[in-house]
Each structure stands twice: as C-alpha cells, then as structure tokens.
C-alpha cells in the first residue's frame, strides 16, 4: 500500500521567516539606546561621520578578501543615492532633531509614519499595492507606536526646526527603502554596504561645520557606543535590512520599524531602568497585531 506525503508548514520555514526581522528590530531599535551611551561625549555629526568611516573601513577589507565583484559606476551611482537617503539623510536628521532639544519620543512617533508613507508611495515607485487587511494593519502599528512612546512624548521643546530634522529623517528613510528596491535589490550587501556608509561618511563631514563643531571624548562610554553602532547597527542592522528588501515587498519590510521603538523601549527598560507600563505592553501587543496583518494580509 502506498503512503501519501502531505507537505504542511514547518517550523522550520516559520523561524527562518522571522529570523531576519527578529535580529534587524533588536540591533536597530537598540542602536537609539546606544547612541544615548556616545553623543553626551561628541557632537552628531562628529559621530556620524566616524561611525559611517569605521563601517565602510569594516566592510573594504572583508570585501577584499572575499574578493567580492567591483560595481560598475552605474550601480555604484545608485547605491550611493540610496545609502545617502536611508543611511545619511536619516541618521542626520534623527541625531541633530534628538540634538537640538527634540524629544525623542515625538522623534519616533515621526520616523513611526515611515510605513505608512511607504504603503501609499509603493504602488506608484515600485508597483506594490496594499489590501484593505494590510493598510488597517498599518494603522493599527501606527497606534500601537503612539502607546508606546506617547506618554514620554515632550511638546515644550517641539520647535519648528528640529520637527523639520526629524521630517527630513522620515524622507530620507522613506525614499531610501523605495529607490533600494527598485534600483538595488540586488546589489552585493559588503560592497553595497561599504559605499553607503562612505557616501554617508562623506556627506556628513561635509556638513559638520554647518551644524556644529568636531568633538570627541575618548571615553569607555562613547568607544563602546561609537563601535557597537559602526559593527551592529551600520553593518548588521542595515544588511539584514536590504536581505529583507531584496526577498519581500518593500512595504511589509517597512511594516517592521513599528516595532524598533518597542525594542528602543525594552533596552532602555533593562539599561536605563526606565519604566515599562501596562500602556506599553498592551502597544506592544497591538505593534505586532499591526505588523502580522501586513505581513500575512
């Protein structure tokens, strides 16, 4: 008698699926927590710029000994646009908001309407259309979002020119996502990795004597920020960023931010010892309800 073998979901497949998204939220959202460790010992652009140097200085050697393929200067246009907006444009505008008073509560609320954005800019960028499932899956991470950081939000210091910062930091990762998808999904992550992070480097030092001065303090504290946030959020967040870019539509990638201002919010939780109240687990909880409908609707 013969045996019929039904092919059913693994496990398997299921943490395969969530492995890259699970890794990204941790380092990423716990990169917010470790710049709080470095710029009390450097100005912004100071640490931006060395952070981008080192991780592009990371990535040239590895790429030289696995002999990874050289970009033709087409391709290495377009990584570099991309890499300007995702990675400059948003660090800039995200550090020197936080910098000049912004809380960054409302700072994350703001970079918080990225998917959204991403959601509705898709279909005409990249041709992804969203159902009806999945956009009320992104409203819902949107409202889980502001449960989450709403209460520690601070109005006083909402100036014009930081909420502008902050804006800027929202483009720049909105349209860098989407400009990655159409133009570089598949673009070598150590090579493409290593020419955004210089174009970053670049773009940022030739902005520093327009925001603030060079300085740095050579203490534990910022050694131990300024590597972590070249090694673990420069290099591993961001390729595990463009892994997922490459392998789903930009528009369920983007539904993962939600859940870095949760991750933000448990690291300061274990570090900071900062409070993490029944608001914010039941945000927590409508995040990942809002981040399951648009992945899976």
């Given amino acids: ?98 910098d000049m008073g912004l809380s960054p509560a409302l700072s994350a609320l703001i970079i918080a309407l990225q998917p959204i954005l991403v959601g509705f800019l898709a279909r005409y960028m990249v041709g992804e259309k969203l159902t009806l499932i999945q956009w009320g899956g992104l409203v819902s991470g949107l409202a889980g979002v502001a449960m989450v950081v709403g209460h520690n939000v601070d109005f006083s210091m909402a100036s014009a020119v930081p909420i502008t910062m902050s804006v800027l930091g929202l483009l720049g990762l909105t349209f860098g996502n989407l400009y990655q998808k159409k133009f570089c999904s598949n673009m070598n992550v150590i090579s493409g990795g290593c020419i955004q992070s210089f174009a970053s480097a670049v773009i940022c030092l030739l902005l520093l004597p327009i925001f603030d001065q060079y300085r740095l303090e050579w203490t534990v504290e910022f050694v131990g920020a300024l590597l972590y946030m070249s090694v673990g959020v420069s290099i591993g967040a961001l390729t595990l960023l463009y892994l997922m870019i490459r392998r789903g539509e930009v528009s369920k990638v983007a539904s993962v931010f939600y859940l870095v201002p949760v991750s933000a919010a448990v690291a300061s939780y274990l570090i900071y010892n900062e409070t993490f109240d029944a608001l914010t687990l039941v945000g927590t909880a409508v995040v990942a309800l809002g981040v399951f409908l648009t992945t899976k609707g």
């Fill in 1 to 98: 008698m013969s045996t019929i073998t039904v092919n059913k979901p693994t496990d398997r497949g299921l943490l395969k699926s969530l492995t890259f998204p699970f890794f990204f939220v941790v380092l990423y959202g716990s990169g917010f927590v470790g710049a709080k460790y470095g710029l009390p010992y450097s100005t912004p652009m100071s640490f931006l710029s060395l952070r981008f140097l080192i991780a592009a200085a990371i990535l040239l050697v590895v790429a030289r000994m696995l002999k990874v393929a050289v970009p033709t200067w087409q391709e290495f246009w377009h990584i570099s646009v991309a890499g300007s907006l995702t990675v400059a444009m948003f660090s800039i505008g995200v550090f020197v908001s936080i």
